[in-house]
Structure formats: C-alpha cells, structure tokens
C-alpha cells in the first residue's frame, strides 16, 4: 500500500528543481495511495492535481488549497463528495468511475462558485433515472457534465421538475444505500474467513500445537544423508498450487466494489512477495568448485573472457582479453606451480598448466592500450616430486654430472697446427709503408733578356706584355 510521503512529492517535482512549497502542478497517479493528506500543508500552491487510479477511499485534507484549479480523483474508491468547499478556485472535477452513490452529496459543490466541469460518469448514481437533470438543476454555476454542453433550456427544464426528481433521488439512494451495507457485511465476513484459513495454514494442528509423529522422525534419521538434497516434488507441487489458486482467484466473479479492489490489489502484492522471494532464492548461486576432493584443479572462465596461451621451451605465457576499461584494482592474479588463477571482478578464472612453473619469479602487467593482462611465467628445470626419494635423485643427478664433467677434463685434447700444412699470411706485411722521397725545389725560370748573347729577335712573334 502506498502512503504520500515528503519524498514521494519531491521524486514527482523534478520539473521545479525538487521543490515542493511552490508547486502548482502534481502528479501522484497510479501510486496505491489509499488516503489523502499531508498535500494541504506541503504544496499549498497547487492548481492542478492529479490523482487518479488510486485507493483513495475519501476526500479529504484539499480544503487548505486555496488556488486549486482541478482536482482528478477518477479511478478511486469515493463514494461521497465532501470537504471541498475551500477551494475556492476550483474550476473543474474529475471523479469518473468512483463509487459515488449519495447523488444528493453534490449539493456541497454549491460553494464551489467558479465549477465549470463535473465528471459523473462510471459511478453508481450515473445510473439513477433523471441523475442529469438533478446535478444540472442542483449547481447553477456548471457549463459541462460528463463532457457535454449545459444547454439554456435543458438547465430551465431541468428547475422546473426538480420537485418531482428529487424524492426519486432520495429514493434510490436508500435503494443503493442498503445494498453497499450488505456488500460490506458479506466482504468483511469473506475477509475474516480467509485470515482463519491462512492462520490454519500456518499452524500445523487445529488448536495451535505442534505435534511430532514418531515413525516419520525415525525415517529422517535413517535417511539423513539425503538431506542436504533440495525435495523437488514438494517445490513443484506448491508451485503448482500456487498457480491453482492464482487461476482460481482471477476466474471467481465478484462485484466492482471498493472491497473488491483492495482484495484485488492484496492479491497482486502476495504474488509478488512470492515472486521476490523466488527470485531470491533463484540468485543464490551454490560456490563454484575450482579444486577438487582430490586436489586436482578444473578449468574455469566464468567471466567468459578470450585468451590464449603460449608455450615455448622457457615460459609459459598467459594473455587475457580483459575488459579495456575496467580497474586494475578489481583484477586479482595468483600462480600456482600447476595452475593459474585470475579473479575478474569476484569470477574466477582458472587453467591448468601444461607444465611446472616458478610462481615467485612469475610476472603480470597489463596493456595501457588494450588492456590485456599478460602473465609470464617461468619454466622448472627438473620436474620436483614429493618426499625423500626426490631430494635422493637429485642428488644422484648432480653427481653424476659432476663425474661427466670431471671424466671430460681429464681427456681433453689439445688442438696441434701443423704450419707446413697450413700457411698463414704475414700480417705485418698486409699494410705497406710508403717510402719517403724529399720534395724537389722548383727551379726559378730564366726569362732571356735583349742583352743575352744567345737572344733571338723573330719579327713574327708578338711581343711579350
């Protein structure tokens, strides 16, 4: 069941910035709101609210909103209209398919001097002969009702028999009026009843004891290793009961009546409860076995990530297609001489290795731009085995690589060159040193003068400038 709370208002205010003293528009429709109040005090500014498909049994606590335009209260349990003579605004009501019998109950909007539209339709006193010319000739001030247009004359028809209309209004409210106490009686009866069968339900013996059956707790002992495996017949045969009831529930006819929609809407919040409760019990999962009685590990990706995995002669290295995105601190590696574990946030991912590692000189680092995590680790040189017959054997090994080494010293050959069957090529001589030869001086040349004795004057060669 659903109550208005200060954050039910602020969670429907988003559009004023959560703020709720000056709101002027206010929507709490389909919440299973089953009384009316706090509004008044709260959102004293409202023009518009909408309150419609609810439980709201009565009109109530509205009288404070003063500049209240329009009141939606269609789709509720009213069945009398009443404390809205404060709101002095209010120009247009809403109470299509409600329980309203009490016809007579409209003459309180009389105050209500700015009511222009009235919604009437759905309710018990919809169906009263002459219901329209009653609430017509009642409130003067209405333009519509029901959707429909007030016209002149049917307002002038409708005065002038209102004293013939009114006893058979009253009449028919008594009629309705009888009916809804015996629809009270026989629900409030059938309510009472289903809580005596549901205590019976609970409580195993008819006057609230327990009793223990023997034999039954002598077979338990002997069959108390079948125990801790879940009873499937039981479980399915309550499911199905379950549904019997639910299908039986929904096939039963009953009457639209405001008991009728709280049964309804009880029903509805049990089979969800049970519905929660399945769905938890569905969550927990059973711990996943990654080693077993034996002590052998299994191969385990439930993160279901890609991988792949490289075996050369030194190491073995793992690459993980981790999430690019996702936190170093949520990724959790440990290595183990046969296996390998990563946890990737809280899922366990395992695999056995083809071949004995060293963990402590393992390595793990992750791609700054892939962000793959890569395990490298490390081959054992000698396969290590269990016990004394171990450290036995690797004894005898070592020795005996000892004795190999020693045995290979004692023979050892040296190599003898003969130089006459191989020549080898002078080295000093490889690079020759040139042999330093002094620069000659230029002799001057002797240009021969007119006076020289061996000098030639030829007239066909120019003369020299």
């Known amino acids: 069941m659903g109550w208005i709370t200060e954050d039910l208002i602020r969670r429907n205010a988003e559009h004023n910035d959560c703020v ?21 005090k709260w959102c004293r500014d409202l023009k518009i609210l909408y309150l419609q498909n609810n439980l709201i049994g009565k009109i109530e606590n509205v009288s404070k909103l003063k500049k209240l335009e329009y009141l939606n209260l269609a789709l ?17 009501l809403d109470l299509t398919v409600n329980f309203i019998g009490e016809l007579s109950s409209i003459k309180t909007l009389k105050h209500n001097i700015h009511l222009k539209e009235l919604f009437l339709m759905g ?76 205590d019976e339900r609970s409580n195993p013996g008819s006057d609230g004891h327990w009793y223990t059956d023997i034999n039954a707790t002598l077979s338990s ?34 009457l639209f009546t405001p008991e009728s929609r709280l049964e309804t809407l009880r029903h509805m919040e049990k089979q969800r409860k049970n519905q929660e409760k399945l769905s938890e ?71 056995v290795l083809p071949a004995e590692v060293r963990p402590d000189s393992s390595s793990a680092k992750r791609s700054q731009t892939t962000g793959h995590l890569v395990i490298c680790m490390p081959k054992v040189g000698e396969v290590i085995t269990g016990g004394q017959q171990a450290f036995k054997s690797m004894k005898t ?8 080494t020693n045995a290979r010293s004692k023979h050892m050959e040296k190599l003898e060159v003969d130089p006459s069957k191989h020549s080898f090529p002078d080295v000093t001589n490889i690079v020759q ?15 021969p003068s007119e006076e020289d004795p061996t000098f030639e004057d030829n007239p066909d060669v120019p003369p020299l400038i």
């Open 281 to 351: 019990k569905k969550k927990v999962k059973p711990p996943r076995i990654l080693i077993t009685g034996n002590g052998n590990a299994l191969n385990v990706n439930e993160p279901k990530i890609d991988f792949s995995l490289n075996d050369n002669e030194k190491q073995i290295i793992l690459d993980l297609a981790v999430y690019r995105y996702m936190d170093t601190s949520l990724i959790d590696v440990d290595v183990q001489p046969t296996y390998v574990r990563v946890m990737i946030k809280g899922k366990p991912f395992q695999l």
């Open 123 to 198: 309710n018990p006193c919809a169906t009263f002969n002459h219901y329209r010319e009653f609430v017509v000739a009642t409130l003067p001030q209405l333009k519509w009702l029901d959707g429909k247009e007030i016209e002149p004359s049917e307002r002038i028809k409708a005065l002038q028999d209102y004293s013939v209309i009114e006893p058979q209004i009253r009449e028919q409210e008594k009629d309705h009026c009888l009916k809804r106490s015996k629809l009270k009686e026989e629900a409030q009866r059938k309510h009472q009843e289903e809580d005596k069968n549901e």
């Open 221 to 254: 002992l002997e069959s108390k290793d079948h125990l801790q495996a879940p009873d499937m017949q039981e479980y399915n045969t309550k499911k199905l009961d379950e549904s019997e009831d639910d299908l039986e529930f929904w096939n039963k006819p009953c």
């Open 20 to 40: 709720i003293f000056s709101l002027e528009e206010l929507s709490l429709h389909q919440q299973e709101i089953e009384r009316l109040e706090h509004i008044d």
């Open 433 to 447: 040193e040139k042999k330093h030869t002094p620069r000659r001086r230029s002799e001057p040349k002797v240009i």
């Open 76 to 92: 509720n349990n009213i069945e009398k209209i009443e404390n809205l003579e404060g709101c002095e605004e209010l120009a247009k």
């Open 397 to 404: 090994t070592s020795d005996k690589s000892r004795e190999q």
